[in-house]
């Protein structure tokens, strides 16, 4: 967990290659689904682009697809889901008909006023590699997304924090260092 810009798909990245179990980011599979021009594509693609968060069904029912496929057997690392409580809720009771559980819950815990920035360096390093900048990635959509994750996501870290599942890691740090308290958060449980 963590705003947009606090280093989910950088350290995701690294578990992958860690661990060797997918990541499944409901945000790449919406960006998937619009490029696609699949029906949830079509429904999601205005909301995504102004910051809004797509509604709990449409990203529930893809992520309980997606769960099903055989590379998610051995275990998957979730990356912008869950992002409401009633979300949470659902994977909750996904897991339970699949008799699994969360090995851990971790919050990348950053300084707002350094995501903006953060934002416009992805940007730049997008266009330098001659890739294509996402539709959400301006300022404005970015305030909105902002705005979203402390109106509905914080409150999912507030839910597995009373669970007792929450580990929080200080995401300022350099990358390195993130992912060796992410490593360590994984082995204190
Ligand atoms: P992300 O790639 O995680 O930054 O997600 C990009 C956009 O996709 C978000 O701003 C939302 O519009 C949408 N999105 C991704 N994941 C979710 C989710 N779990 N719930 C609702 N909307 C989502």
Redesign the pocket.
Known sequence: MGP?GAG??TQSARLVAKYGVPQL????M??AAVKAGAPIGRQ?KA??DR??????D??VGAIGQRLEAPDAANGFIL??????VA?AHSLDALLKEKGLRLDAVIELVVDERALLARMEMRVNETIAGGGVVRA?DNPLSFKS?LE?YRAQTAPVSAYYAGKGELKQVDGMAPVDAVSAAIEAALADR
């Open positions: 947009p989910k798909g980011s409901t945000g790449d919406l960006r999601a909301i995504m910051g809004d968060l797509v509604p709990d449409v990203v990356d912008g889901f869950p992002r409401t979300q959400d997304r979203a």
